[in-house]
Antibody, heavy 116, light 107 residues
Framework: QVQVVQSGAEVKKPGASVKVSCKVS????????MHWVRQAPGKGLEWMGG????????VYAQKFQGRVTMTEDTSTDTAYMELSSLTSEDTAVYYC?????????WGQGTLVTVSS | DIQMTQSPSSVSASVGDRVTITCRAS??????LAWYQQTPGKAPKLLIY???FLQSGVPSRFSGSGSGTDFTLTISSLQPEDFATYFC?????????FGPGTKVDIK
């Protein structure tokens, strides 16, 4: 089983950027497809983007195109998700999750609060 | 994008009850359907993948069925730890999408 540990909570001002990290252990990141899912307070789950297991490329949800960047550092088995131009609507728990067409293992979540 | 709907949005049940949750896709997704359980303050947990395959370690009282556009998650005998919110998710095509969730609470 993959262990997934995320970075801690963040508080950001509107217009700023946030970068969340996700470190995996038990497997190399190169063997996995990493995705990012967010959940606003009291709301459902929203897929933001992730690695297309068949093509090996990162695919972003249209809603976040141009505002999100997902990267990986394979030397440390750490994935990153950076979201820019934050607004209060981006206040949410951000999860990284591993899997090809479903999400087998999840990080514990990172609360990002956007407030002036 | 493929839209996922779930019914009911909430259900009140007692320990020992049989609970059935339905998920519908706006277009056919074959069996690329997964179910998750989420309790407050926790990350979702994968229960079922491929519409009917039980994830390792998940109790056998959980089962899934369906193909195409209509899917079902059944809990055969509800246990206290099963009071949670359940989400379906399609992995047929990008963007992956989730259903809005079904909350199972105590009657």
């Amino acid at each position: 089983q993959v262990q997934v540990v995320q970075s801690g909570a963040e508080v950001k001002k509107p217009g700023a950027s946030v970068k969340v990290s996700c470190k995996v252990s038990g497997y190399s990141l190169t063997e996995l497809s990493m995705h990012w899912v967010r959940q606003a307070p009291g709301k459902g789950l929203e897929w933001m983007g992730g690695v297309d297991a068949e093509e090996g490329e990162i695919v972003y949800a249209q809603k976040f195109q141009g505002r999100v960047t997902m990267t990986e550092d394979t030397s440390t088995d750490t994935a990153y998700m950076e979201l820019s131009s934050l607004t209060s609507e981006d206040t949410a728990v951000y999860y990284c999750a591993v899997g090809a067409f479903r999400f087998d293992d999840w990080g514990q979540g990172t609360l990002v609060t956007v407030s002036s | 994008d493929i839209q996922m709907t779930q019914s009911p949005s909430s259900v009140s049940a007692s320990v020992g009850d049989r609970v059935t949750i339905t998920c519908r896709a706006s277009q056919g997704i074959s069996n690329w359907l997964a179910w998750y359980q989420q309790t407050p303050g926790k990350a979702p947990k994968l229960l079922i993948y491929g519409a009917s395959f039980l994830q390792s370690g998940v109790p056998s009282r959980f089962s899934g069925s369906g193909s195409g556009t209509d899917f079902t998650l059944t809990i055969s005998s509800l246990q206290p730890e099963d009071f949670a919110t359940y989400f379906c998710q399609q992995g047929n095509s990008f963007p992956f999408t989730f259903g809005p969730g079904t909350k199972v609470d105590i009657k």
